[in-house]
Nanobody, 122 residues
Framework: QVQLVESGGGLVQAGGSLRLSCAAS????????MGWFRQAPGKEREFVAA????????VYADSVKGRVTISRDNAKNTVNLQMNSLKVEDTAVYYC???????????????WGQGTQVTVSS
């Protein structure tokens, strides 16, 4: 079992930045690939970014590419999502997820956090 706790969400103006973090506990962090997803009100959950066990491989949704960077600190058991040039349409609850397999942009991660709200105002 892996427990995931997101933090760093909040209210920011369009064009601003936020850094989300996800703290993992319960199992060896380096055994898990990690992903970030988001869900806006009335919309389906969508993939944002993913990172492999070592951090060498990353993949991004087209909607955030160039504005978002996923990274992980295996010594601290955390995965981060640096979001720049935020847009109103980035408003959503952001979830981190973990899986022992490389899932990438697919949604079938085994473990999920509770989410953190990001609101971007115009």
């Amino acid at each position: 079992q892996v427990q995931l706790v997101e933090s760093g969400g909040g209210l920011v103006q369009a064009g601003g930045s936020l850094r989300l973090s996800c703290a993992a506990s319960g199992r060896t962090f380096t055994n898990y690939a990690m992903g970030w997803f988001r869900q806006a009100p009335g919309k389906e959950r969508e993939f944002v970014a993913a990172i492999s066990w070592s951090g060498i491989t990353t993949v991004y949704a087209d909607s955030v590419k160039g504005r978002v960077t996923i990274s992980r600190d295996n010594a601290k058991n955390t995965v981060n999502l640096q979001m720049n040039s935020l847009k109103v349409e980035d408003t959503a609850v952001y979830y981190c997820a973990a899986d022992p397999n490389w899932i990438g942009r697919h949604h079938s991660y085994a473990y999920w956090g509770q989410g953190t709200q990001v609101t971007v105002s115009s």
